[in-house]
C-alpha cells in the first residue's frame, strides 16, 4: 500500500504530511512511557523485521499480491507509540534509499501505513483481551483479530484521502469496493503473520510482549477442598533477564527472510497498484525521486545477478532499518531516563 508520488495532490500531501509530523510528535512523547529496559532494545529490531517481512509478498488473488504493514505486531510487541514510529523508520528507510513509496507522498503513507494501522489495531485489540480470558491464548487470538481489521481499515483510509485529494477522475465507490475487497484478503495473511509472531514471542519471552502486561492469569491451589491464588513466585529482576538471544535470533531471521526467502516472493502488483492499474489511479504517477539510487527497486545498481542483488539489498535494509531504528529509540529511552533523574524531578 505505499502510495507513490503523484496519486495525491500537493495541498492534500501537505496536509496528511502536517497530521503526520504531529502525530510521530505526540509518538515520541508516547514512547518514553513505553521503552523500558525490556522493549527499549527490540523496538530497533521489530522495525527491522517489519521491513524484511514487508519483503515477503504473497499471492491473495489472481494476478494480486500482498505483503504485511506491520502496524498491529509493532503496536501489541512494543506498544502503539513505539509502533508507529516503528513503521514510519520503515517507510522513510522505503523511501529515500529503495524509491518505494513516493518521498512527497510520504506523509499519506505514514498517516495510512503507520497511524491508522497502528491506531485501529490496538484499539480493537485492547478491547478483546479485556473481554477474553486472561491467558496467552487470547493475546494471540487478538492479535489475529485486530491486525485482520487494521488493512481494511488502511484501504479506507486511502480511499478517503484520494477521494479528497485524488489526481484522476475515478469513481470512489469503485474504487472504495476494490480497495477493500483485496484488502480483506491481505488482511488475513497480515493476520496470520501477526499472530504467529506475537505467539512466538510470547511462548518464550511474555514479559516482552507488550500487549500482554498484566494478562498473566493467577495460579490456583486446591486446599481443603476450595480454591485459593497461589502465593507469588519471586520476581526476577528485569535487567538480569537477558534480551539477547531473543535479539540475536530476531536479527537472524530478518537478514535469512530479506536476503534470502524475499527471492521467492509473489512478482503479482501488490492491492494497492493492482487496483491502480484497473482503475486508472495510476495515470499520473510521478518518476520517484530516488529512482537513481543504488538500492532502486530493492536491488543493488550493477550486480547482474537477480537472486544475489536482491538479497543484497534485503541485507542492506534491514541493516539500515535496525541500526536506524535502535539509533532512535536509544535517543527516546535516554530522554526518558534524563526526565526522571533526581535533577528533573528536583526541579519540576
Request: charged share 15%; hydrophobic share 50%; proline share 4%.
Amino acid at each position: 500500500m505505499h502510495v507513490p508520488d503523484g496519486f495525491i495532490n500537493a495541498p492534500t500531501s501537505a496536509v496528511t504530511g502536517v497530521v503526520a509530523a504531529g502525530a510521530i510528535a505526540v509518538s515520541l512523547r508516547g514512547a518514553r512511557r513505553e521503552l523500558d529496559e525490556r522493549t527499549a532494545p527490540l523496538a530497533g529490531l521489530v522495525a527491522a523485521f517489519i521491513f524484511a517481512v514487508q519483503m515477503l509478498n504473497f499471492p491473495v488473488a489472481a494476478g494480486t499480491s500482498g505483503h504485511l504493514l506491520g502496524g498491529a505486531l509493532a503496536a501489541i510487541l512494543v506498544g502503539p507509540f513505539t509502533g508507529v514510529l516503528c513503521v514510519s523508520v520503515v517507510l522513510l528507510m522505503q523511501g529515500i534509499l529503495f524509491a518505494d513509496g513516493g518521498l512527497t507522498a510520504l506523509g499519506v503513507n505514514i498517516t495510512d501505513m503507520a497511524i491508522v494501522t497502528t491506531v485501529v489495531a490496538y484499539a480493537v485489540f485492547r478491547g478483546l483481551v479485556k473481554v477474553l480470558p486472561r491467558t496467552r491464548r487470547s493475546v494471540t487470538v487478538a492479535s489475529f483479530v485486530a491486525s485482520l481489521l487494521s488493512v481494511p481499515a488502511a484501504a479506507v483510509a486511502f480511499t478517503l484521502i484520494y477521494a479528497v485529494g485524488g489526481t484522476t477522475d475515478v469513481s470512489i465507490g469503485k474504487v472504495a469496493t476494490a480497495m477493500i475487497g483485496v484488502h480483506v484478503l491481505i488482511g488475513l495473511g497480515e493476520a496470520a503473520i501477526t499472530a504467529l509472531t506475537v505467539g512466538a514471542v510470547i511462548a518464550v519471552r511474555p514479559d516482552l510482549v507488550y500487549g500482554a502486561r498484566g494478562l498473566t492469569q493467577k495460579l490456583k491451589l486446591r486446599v481443603n477442598g476450595e480454591l485459593v491464588d497461589a502465593p507469588d513466585a519471586a520476581p526476577v529482576p528485569v535487567g538480569a533477564r537477558s534480551h539477547r538471544k531473543v535479539w540475536i535470533t530476531g536479527l537472524v531471521t530478518s537478514l535469512v527472510l530479506a536476503g534470502f526467502v524475499s527471492f521467492y516472493a509473489s512478482a503479482s502488483p501488490d492491492g494497492l497498484e493492482k487496483v491502480a492499474a484497473d482503475h486508472g489511479i495510476d495515470k499520473r504517477t510521478e518518476k520517484h525521486a530516488s529512482s537513481d539510487s543504488p538500492l532502486a527497486d530493492y536491488g543493488v545498481k550493477d550486480v547482474t545477478d537477480a537472486r544475489l542483488s536482491g538479497g543484497l539489498a534485503g541485507v542492506i535494509g534491514v541493516g539500515v532499518t535496525v541500526v536506524a531504528g535502535s539509533g532512535v529509540f536509544w535517543a527516546v529511552r535516554r530522554r526518558r531516563t534524563a526526565d526522571a533523574s533526581p535533577t528533573a524531578v528536583e526541579n519540576v
